[in-house]
């Protein structure tokens, strides 16, 4: 019973190898030296400690919500490439599946399309 969870166990200390290697690696021979624009926050887009009422750019959510937005939705075709052998195997699917999927990538296209044209993607 537990011999059939082995590969898993080495699936999982192999991941945490790759993923832990190169930091360690990086902070062992790479170059360490810190100084105040390094060490700031960039990933709200302005400082972290100022004013509430100061203005700010509203683009950068917009780009943070629209990618949101696209990475959810390919995550629907995942379900649908799982399933890809079982609908190719039935020929009564087969047609419906591929229109099925083409018409759910033509909406994230149309979504897309939209968006560019908007000017939400353009960044000035």
């Given at each position: 019973?537990?011999?059939?969870?082995?590969?898993?166990?080495?699936?999982?200390?192999?991941a945490?190898?790759?993923?832990?290697?190169p930091m360690?690696?990086?902070r062992?021979?790479g170059?360490?030296?810190?100084n105040?624009?390094k060490l700031?926050a960039?990933?709200?887009?302005?400082?972290?400690?100022e004013?509430a009422?100061?203005p700010?750019?509203?683009?950068?959510?917009?780009i943070?919500?629209i990618?949101i937005l696209?990475?959810l939705?390919?995550a629907?075709l995942?379900?649908?490439?799982?399933?890809?052998?079982?609908?190719v195997?039935?020929p009564?699917?087969?047609?419906f599946?591929?229109?099925e999927?083409?018409v759910?990538?033509g909406?994230?296209?149309?979504g897309?399309?939209?968006?560019?044209?908007k000017?939400a993607?353009?960044?000035?």
């Open positions: 019973m537990l011999e059939s969870y082995f590969p898993v166990l080495v699936f999982v200390v192999v945490i190898i790759v993923g832990f290697a360690v690696v990086g062992i021979l170059p360490h030296r810190p105040e624009e700031s960039y990933e709200r887009g302005f400082e972290a400690f004013d009422r100061m700010f750019d509203v683009r950068y959510y917009l943070a919500i990618f696209f990475d939705e390919i629907f995942f379900p649908w490439a799982t399933i890809f052998k079982e609908i195997a039935a009564a699917i087969k047609m599946g591929f229109v999927m083409l759910f990538i909406i994230l296209l149309v897309y399309i939209y968006a560019w044209a000017g993607l353009d960044w000035e």
